[in-house]
């Protein structure tokens, strides 16, 4: 079946570094491939998605390019700030007829000291 | 706004109780579904509904139930609740059929059953 892989965590970074984390999958068919952002207390909220090879997703500085070769969605921000402190989560999304049916990675929780 | 509510947001229930928790979307999606949350797995998939009287089990339905009565709401019932069942459970709703559909989530329910 469809799984995530996210990078272990937690990532604890100084404010104005550069950010990485690793996300691959496994999937049948060709998915959509979202990062959903969790900050304390709050439910989930839609990062950036991309929908087909070489698409990239961009939002708030964060971007990431769906790599169908290496079957991954990397996220990366080139300078991050103490409000991007969060759960970072990839997930996929299957097409057909199991659309809205979502497959989470394990998350990833990124800390950023001033 | 349109907005998912979840209630309550905090709940301990004893072992073998019945426990219901709410989720209300304003948005007239079609689609909702219920997800826990768990350390070192992500968000795993209870149960969904793709519209009125159409449920579906997902990844980890064992133990719960949903119906779906009108479009507004997905109640999760957890028959008789276990301590396996400590969790934090996120509902969360789309439209159309589109696998690059975002979701919107509501904020969680952490319930813990002692």
């Known amino acids: 079946g469809d799984s995530v892989t996210q990078m272990e965590g937690p990532v604890t970074l100084s404010e104005e570094a550069f950010l990485t984390i690793n996300c691959t999958y496994t999937a049948t068919g060709y998915p959509s491939l979202f990062w959903y952002v969790q900050y304390p207390g709050e439910g989930l909220q839609l990062l950036l998605k991309?929908?087909?090879?070489?698409d990239k997703g961009s939002n708030k500085g964060f971007e990431a390019t769906y790599r169908k070769e290496t079957t991954s969605f990397h996220l990366e921000k080139g300078s991050v700030q103490v409000s991007d402190s969060a759960v970072y989560f990839c997930?996929?999304?299957?097409?057909?007829?199991?659309?809205?049916?979502?497959?989470f990675g394990q998350g990833t929780i990124l800390t950023v000291h001033p | 706004d349109a907005e998912i509510t979840q209630s309550p947001r905090h709940k301990i229930t004893e072992t073998g109780r019945q426990v219901t928790l709410a989720c209300h979307q304003t948005?007239?999606?079609?689609?909702m579904f219920w997800y826990r949350q768990d350390l070192g797995h992500g968000l795993r998939l209870i149960h969904y509904?793709?519209?009125?009287?159409?449920?579906n089990k997902g990844e980890v339905s064992d133990g719960y139930s949903v119906s779906r009565s009108n479009t507004e709401d997905l109640p999760l019932t957890l028959e008789s609740a276990a301590s396996s069942q400590t969790s934090v459970y996120f509902c969360?709703?789309?439209?159309?059929?589109?696998?690059?559909?975002?979701?919107?989530f509501g904020q969680g329910t952490r319930l813990t059953v002692v």
């Open positions: 991309a929908t087909k090879a070489d």
């Open positions: 997930a996929l999304g299957p097409g057909g007829t199991s659309y809205g049916k979502l497959t």
């Open positions: 969360a709703s789309s439209n159309g059929q589109l696998m690059n559909t975002e979701a919107f």
């Open positions: 948005w007239n999606h079609n689609n």
């Open positions: 509904s793709y519209g009125v009287q159409d449920t």
